[in-house]
């Protein structure tokens, strides 16, 4: 009898063959939006393998309920929405998709800092407002970047694509704060590792791309923020939760910062009545940044391949441990 495997959303077709290909027997929820977990969990109970994604609460109450599935494997890069140990308490393998989208979202963070150090979308607002009308030498007054201080946090993949982005189109100084150094980084782009503190006081745009973790959750409150330049930019295209929203409106309000271009929100999806919304230097995207055929694609290749090879070999190519 084939394996039973359930896809959360409908998914890239790419994902679909590939599966029906190898010769499960899979169902799809075409209806594009996210099962309520107790419904999911009564869904999975005649499954043996579950396609996620992050909309999905993975949590130990789902996983204790479901603990006859073999694998799950994640839509996605981020796997924050699943307890992990909960999941290996439970015997159950989880995989993800890690490099999938690494060009797709280097792309919005660095859209996000040209919107917001021009004003694009706050100007693109006032045409639709009827406020375009005439040349006036001192208003809507933008800042160039060539020449200015990248910092991240987080210099992993798209952190690094990111930092080369910057490097070759502005001439922009790298600095970084991660976990451990990153040699490469130092020695194809001059970047520097510095402290939380100095990437806070020394950064003219700050992008976030590490993991939401106890350790970030929050990392950007009123604290981190009063550090930064007046004239800062903060960029985020990892997770809402790594900002206090809160605190990066009282931020933007008072000039302790200078502008904020966000891909992601705390929480999300962020209501239309956010004074964040309204802010001349500020972009806020609703967290496309894997939203490209490529990266959509490559996401349903390593996703489906998980599963596949788990059944085949019994290891998965992609396992987040």
């Not at 409106?249 to 008072?254: E, G, P, Q, T």
């Amino acid at each position: 009898m084939p394996k039973k495997v359930f896809l959360s959303l409908n998914y890239p077709q790419l994902a679909i063959d590939m599966l029906q290909q190898a010769g499960f027997d899979i169902t799809i929820n075409k209806s594009n939006d996210p099962i309520p977990q107790e419904e999911l969990i009564n869904i999975c109970k005649d499954y043996n393998a579950l396609l996620s994604t992050g909309s999905n609460k993975i949590d130990a109450y789902f996983l204790k309920s479901c603990q006859h599935l073999d694998i799950i494997s994640q839509f996605a890069v981020g796997y924050d929405n699943i307890d992990v140990k909960a999941a290996q308490q439970c015997g159950i393998i989880i995989g993800n998709a890690p490099g999938a989208m690494t060009e797709a979202t280097a792309d919005v963070a660095f859209g996000l800092m040209i919107m917001v150090s021009r004003k694009m979308i706050h100007m693109h607002k006032t045409i639709e407002k009827g406020q375009w009308k005439h040349f006036v030498p001192t208003a809507n007054l933008g800042f160039e970047l060539d020449g200015k201080t990248l910092g991240v946090l987080g210099l992993g993949t798209i952190g690094m694509t990111m930092a080369k982005r910057c490097k070759a189109a502005y001439g922009m100084d790298i600095l970084y704060h991660n976990r451990s150094k990153n040699q490469e980084a130092e020695e194809k782009l001059g970047a520097q590792y510095v402290s939380f503190d100095d990437l806070l006081t020394r950064s003219d745009v700050i992008s976030v791309h590490s993991n939401l973790t106890e350790e970030t959750k929050g990392l950007f409150n009123k604290d981190a923020f009063d550090k930064m330049k007046k004239s800062a930019i903060f960029i985020n295209t990892a997770r809402g939760g790594i900002h206090n929203e809160a605190d990066l409106i009282s931020a933007l309000k008072s000039g302790s910062i200078w502008g904020a271009g966000l891909d992601v929100t705390n929480p999300e999806p962020m209501q239309p009545n956010n004074p964040l919304l309204q802010m001349e230097n500020v972009a806020v995207l609703p967290h496309i940044g894997s939203s490209t055929v490529e990266a959509r694609n490559e996401m349903a290749r390593m996703s489906a391949l998980n599963i596949i090879d788990f059944y085949k070999t019994g290891k998965i190519p992609y396992p987040v441990t």
